[in-house]
């Protein structure tokens, strides 16, 4: 498996911006399908946003197209997540995730198919 580390949430006012980050640790980081998933208080756990570390497809849930961009640098082994235009109900934990494979395919928001994850990043957005 590989270790995940989320950093870079907090608290914003909407229209604001943050910028997520998640570093990986440990084995095969570089064929792997990454993704964003949040969950909200009583909320399911939701995906937000998902890449491959090998650069075939990118996918975004209907709520952040336009908003959100998912991005990688494979030589520091870091994804990011720039959120803009945020509105309060972005507010959520925010988890980085893994899949041993590097396809996302359609299925690349059903978390079943992750099996390593980060300890999240709560972000908050004020109205």
């Known amino acids: 498996q590989v270790q995940l580390v989320e950093s870079g949430g907090g608290s914003v006012q909407a229209g604001g911006s943050l910028r997520l980050s998640c570093t990986a640790s440990?084995?095969?980081?570089?064929?792997?399908?990454m993704g964003w998933f949040r969950q909200a208080p009583g909320k399911e756990r939701e995906g937000v946003a998902a890449?491959?570390?090998?650069?075939?497809?990118?996918y975004y849930a209907d709520s952040v197209k336009g908003r959100f961009t998912v991005s990688q640098d494979n030589a520091k082994n870091t994804l990011y997540l720039e959120m803009n235009s945020l509105k309060p109900e972005d507010t959520a934990m925010y988890y980085c995730?893994?899949?041993?494979?590097?396809?996302?395919?359609?299925?690349?928001?059903?978390?079943?198919?992750?099996?390593?994850w980060g300890q999240g990043t709560q972000v908050t957005v004020s109205s």
């Open positions: 995730a893994a899949k041993e494979l590097w396809r996302c395919g359609s299925t690349w928001y059903s978390s079943n198919e992750y099996n390593s």
């Open positions: 440990g084995d095969r980081y570089s064929r792997r399908c």
């Open positions: 890449t491959s570390t090998v650069g075939i497809g990118t």
